[in-house]
C-alpha cells in the first residue's frame, strides 16, 4: 500500500510537470529566461523524482517488514545525496539491495548533479536576475499609454530611441537580437522586449493596444512589410511608420498600412543638397537639435474641440518663453505665421517651436481651459 502510494505521488508530480511545462511550451513567450531555464531541466527533474519515487519503493520492499516508507525515503536521499550516514535499511545480508544501490547512486547522483551544475549556471551566468528584470520591465510597458514602439535595434532604431527620449517620449523597442541592442545602446537601454516583432504576441507584450505609434525599421524590407501587416489589425487607430531600404517597396509598404513610408537614400539627397545651397539652414537645424540645454524641436499640438473658432490671441502663448507659434495646418491648407485674430479650424493643428517640457505643458494647459 506504502509503495503504491510513493509511486502513485512520484506520477502526480511528474504529470504535473509534464503538464505546466506544456503549458510553457504553448505560451508564446520568446527568450523568456526563466521558462527556458525551467525547459532545459524538466527532463532531469521528471527523471529526478522517478529515481527517488521508485527507490522508496525498491528500499521498502528490501526492508520487508522491519522498514517504515519513512525509512525508505531516507535512504534514497542520503544515498542519492552522497550524506553516507549509514544503512538504515539493512543491506547486509541482501546482495541485491547493494546491487540496486549501486544503481541508485549512479542514476540518482548523476542526474542531481546535472540539476545542481545547471541551476549554478543560470544563477552565476545572470539569467536569474536577467529573468526577474524582464518581468519588472513588462510590467512597466503594461502601464504606458501613447508610448511608441519601435521595431529594431540597429543604429537607425538607436537615433529615433533616442530623439523619442530627448523630446519626452515613452518608447519600447523589439528586437529580437540581444547583441545588437547592447551595441547600440551600451551606455542607457530603453525599455524593450526581446522577440520576433512579426509576432503579435511579442507586439502585444510591447503593449501595442494603447501605443500611439509604431516604427517599422527593420533591415529587411519584407520584414517591415510582415511587421506593418501583424501591428495594423492589433491596433486600427496606431500610425505606423516605416523605414524602406528599396524605393521600390515604398508603395507596399503604403498598401500594407504604413501611413508613412522614410527612403534613406532619398532624406540623403535632400541633405546633400541642402549642405550645397542652404548650409547656414543645416547648421541651424543641426545645432538646435544637438542642443541639449535648450532642446529646442519643430512639434506639434492637437487644438481640443474647445478652442474651435477661438482667435489665437486667446492662446496663453506669453506664458512659455520658448515657445514660438510658425504655422497652423487644417485639413486643406496651411496658415503660416498667423495673426492674432486668425480663428482657430475645428480640424487645425499648432506648429511650434519649443522645448519638449514646454509642449507637454501647453498641451496640459489648453486641454484643461
Not at 523619442?164 to 518608447?171: C, F, H, K, N, Q
Not at 525599421?217 to 511587421?227: F, G
Not at 534613406?264 to 538646435?288: A, H, N, W, Y
Request: hydrophobic share 45%; net charge negative; charged share 20%.
Amino acid at each position: 500500500m506504502f509503495g503504491s502510494c510513493i509511486i502513485g505521488m512520484t506520477a502526480f508530480y511528474a504529470s504535473f510537470l509534464t503538464f505546466a511545462v506544456t503549458k510553457w511550451d504553448s505560451m508564446s513567450v520568446d527568450n523568456d529566461p526563466i521558462i527556458e531555464f525551467f525547459r532545459q531541466i524538466r527532463v532531469a527533474v521528471l527523471l529526478l523524482l522517478l529515481v527517488i519515487g521508485i527507490s522508496t519503493w525498491g528500499y521498502w520492499i528490501i526492508g520487508g517488514g522491519n522498514s517504515t516508507v519513512l525509512d525508505a525515503l531516507y535512504m534514497t536521499v542520503i544515498t542519492v545525496a552522497t550524506i553516507g550516514y549509514g544503512e538504515i535499511v539493512d543491506l547486509s545480508n541482501s546482495p541485491g539491495g547493494r546491487i540496486f544501490t549501486i544503481f541508485v547512486s549512479i542514476f540518482g547522483i548523476g542526474i542531481l548533479t546535472y540539476l545542481l551544475s545547471t541551476v549554478t549556471a543560470f544563477v552565476v551566468e545572470g539569467e536569474l536576475n536577467r529573468g526577474f528584470k524582464r518581468r519588472r520591465m513588462e510590467k512597466k510597458i503594461a502601464q504606458l499609454n501613447g508610448h511608441f514602439i519601435v521595431c529594431g535595434s540597429d543604429v537607425v532604431a538607436a537615433h529615433v530611441a533616442r530623439e523619442l527620449r530627448a523630446t519626452g517620449r515613452e518608447v519600447v523597442l523589439v528586437t529580437n537580437n540581444r547583441k545588437e541592442l547592447e551595441l547600440n545602446f551600451a551606455e542607457d537601454t530603453p525599455l524593450h522586449i526581446i522577440g520576433n516583432p512579426t509576432h503579435e504576441s511579442t507586439l502585444q507584450r510591447a503593449g501595442i493596444s494603447q501605443a500611439g505609434g509604431l516604427f517599422a525599421i527593420a533591415h529587411d524590407d519584407n520584414l517591415n512589410v510582415m511587421i506593418l501587416l501583424t501591428a495594423k489589425p492589433l491596433n486600427e487607430s496606431i500610425r505606423l511608420v516605416a523605414h524602406c531600404h528599396d524605393v521600390e517597396n515604398m508603395g507596399k509598404m503604403r498598401r500594407v498600412g504604413a501611413d508613412s513610408v522614410v527612403s534613406k537614400e532619398q532624406i540623403g539627397g535632400l541633405r546633400i543638397v541642402s549642405e550645397m545651397v542652404r548650409p547656414t539652414v543645416v547648421t541651424f537645424l543641426d545645432v538646435m537639435l544637438r542642443d541639449k540645454d535648450q532642446n529646442l524641436r519643430i512639434e506639434e499640438v492637437e487644438l481640443p474641440a474647445a478652442w474651435h473658432g477661438r482667435p489665437i490671441s486667446a492662446l496663453p502663448l506669453e506664458e512659455f518663453h520658448s515657445l514660438l507659434l510658425l504655422a497652423v495646418r487644417t485639413a486643406q491648407s496651411w496658415q503660416y505665421n498667423p495673426k492674432p485674430d486668425y480663428t482657430l479650424p475645428a480640424d487645425g493643428q499648432l506648429i511650434f517651436l519649443c522645448n519638449p517640457h514646454e509642449r507637454i505643458a501647453f498641451q496640459e494647459m489648453i486641454s484643461d481651459s
